[in-house]
């Protein structure tokens, strides 16, 4: 039994032997996929490397043994190959914008994140995507793109997070985001009197107003004709 990436030791000694005690010289007859690396070295041992890519569960290497009076036997070798998950990777360079660079976006207005991945296993159709704006998942993103607008009263250091998940493994990546303050305009409420309004020539008019702002901020008001 052999795990995926890992480097082996056979002894052909094991498998063969020569009744009268004599010295065996051992060929490798093949059998293994040809993503299976072995060598075969002079003294019986046999060097294997199952890479961790390698898709068969089982593989039959076939060897042979020739005794120093000629005669000759072949033998097999069956392994059991265990798979060795990779977790997935993002493509080199896909990832926008760089996550090294804090991002910095203004109230209302839209930051763009995205990136390129695969599986070594089983491809990218295998990957599943989650995206967070400071660790609460937004649940209608599932790509690998993601828009996120902040409101008006998330201005601020944020992280946004992907994760990917090929159903063993999870790696992910994250961005900085600050977010700027904008500073929005004050709303009328109300105003009296009306724009057509009628007044007598030395009659007194009272004018008043009331507003809001939709930042909290406190309004200070200016009269001017």
Do not use: M
């Amino acid at each position: 039994v052999l795990d995926e990436g890992t480097p082996y030791v056979l002894d052909l000694n094991e498998l063969f032997s020569d009744p009268q005690g004599g010295p065996l010289e051992f060929a490798y007859l093949g059998g293994a996929s040809p993503d299976i690396a072995v060598e075969l070295r002079p003294n019986g041992t046999v060097s294997l490397t199952i890479p961790p890519t390698h898709a068969s569960p089982v593989e039959t290497l076939r060897f042979q043994a020739t005794s120093s009076s000629g005669k000759s036997v072949t033998g097999e070798i069956s392994l059991r190959i265990i798979h060795q998950n990779l977790p997935p990777a993002f493509v080199p360079g896909s990832i926008v914008p760089d996550p090294s660079v804090e991002i910095r976006v203004s109230e209302g207005r839209p930051a763009s994140f995205g990136f390129n991945a695969t599986d070594p296993d089983s491809g990218p159709a295998a990957l599943s995507c989650r995206w967070y704006v400071d660790d609460i998942r937004a649940v209608n993103a599932t790509g690998w793109t993601f828009a996120w607008t902040p409101s008006y009263e998330q201005s601020g250091l944020h992280v946004v997070k992907a994760e990917l998940n090929d159903g063993l493994a999870i790696v992910q990546v994250r961005w900085s985001l600050f977010v700027v303050d904008v500073n929005r305009r004050p709303v009328i409420t109300a105003s009296w009197p009306a724009t057509s309004t009628v007044a007598r020539p030395g009659s007194t008019v009272a004018f008043s107003a009331s507003a809001s702002d939709p930042d909290g901020d406190r309004l200070e008001f200016t009269w001017s004709l």
